[in-house]
T-cell receptor, first 112, second 114 residues
Framework: QQPVQSPQAVILREGEDAVINCSSS?????VHWYRQKHGEAPVFLMI?????EQKGHEKISASFNEKKQQSSLYLTASQLSYSGTYFC?????????????FGAGTTVTVRA | GAVVSQHPSWVICKSGTSVKIECRSL??????MFWYRQFPKQSLMLMAT?????????EQGVEKDKFLINHASLTLSTLTVTSAHPEDSSFYIC??????????FGQGTRLTVV
């Protein structure tokens, strides 16, 4: 079953912040985040494996609330290069099976 | 890090012909590869799971006789779209189980059937 992402789209000015949410009706054991630029394959951003875990790379970070069955991706002080569609992916089984179901995506547009 | 190479990056073919897409793991052995399809402005949908030396597992609604998957070696999986039609036009992407977990995606193949 696909996770649910929100919002569907967001428009930001450079330097602004945004939050993308990913939730599931089933128990989550890990959450994967990807960003896809137009016409390209998705690029891995990060994976969260444990409830309460938070990770970040530069000014993009994510948290994982296992109990609430949700994860959030935080774009801080956004840059033009952050534009793209962000997908969260969740595995179907409690294992190292990386057969992922992806959310519908959140399109982020960062303007100068 | 682990790299998955996918070829071709784009292909245009005539309706009724077959197209083969290759997915190679360059610096690791991939016992499992995944094939996804993505229509414009939509999410990635898993088509099938390819296991080296055995039959692929197809997701519900995916025709196994139309989308032939071969995973004959630990570094190569192929997807052949047989008797392609315009509705098969899509972005096809492969990925694999990397040695440290997170899946590297191939570059993707944009298929246009005319």
């Amino acid at each position: 079953q696909q996770p649910v992402q929100s919002p569907q789209a967001v428009i930001l000015r450079e330097g602004e912040d945004a939050v993308i949410n990913c939730s599931s009706s089933k128990a989550l054991y890990s959450v994967h985040w990807y960003r896809q630029k137009h016409g390209e394959a998705p690029v891995f951003l990060m994976i969260l494996l444990k409830g309460g875990e938070q990770k970040g790379h530069e000014k993009i970070s994510a948290s994982f609330n296992e109990k609430k069955q949700q994860s959030s991706l935080y774009l801080t002080a956004s840059q033009l290069s952050y534009s793209g569609t962000y997908f969260c992916g969740t595995p179907n089984l409690r294992s190292n099976d990386y057969k992922l179901s992806f959310g519908a995506g959140t399109t982020v547009t960062v303007r100068a | 890090g682990a790299v998955v190479s996918q070829h071709p990056s784009w292909v245009i073919c005539k309706s009724g012909t077959s197209v083969k897409i290759e997915c190679r793991s360059l610096d690791f052995q991939a016992t499992t590869m995944f094939w996804y399809r993505q229509f414009p402005k939509q999410s990635l949908m898993l088509m099938a799971t390819s296991n080296e030396g055995s039959k692929a597992t197809y997701e519900q609604g995916v025709e196994k006789d139309k989308f032939l998957i071969n995973h004959a070696s630990l570094t190569l999986s192929t997807l052949t779209v047989t008797s392609a039609h315009p509705e098969d036009s899509s972005f096809y992407i492969c990925s694999s189980l990397g040695p440290s977990g997170p899946m590297p995606f191939g570059q993707g193949t944009r298929l246009t059937v005319v």
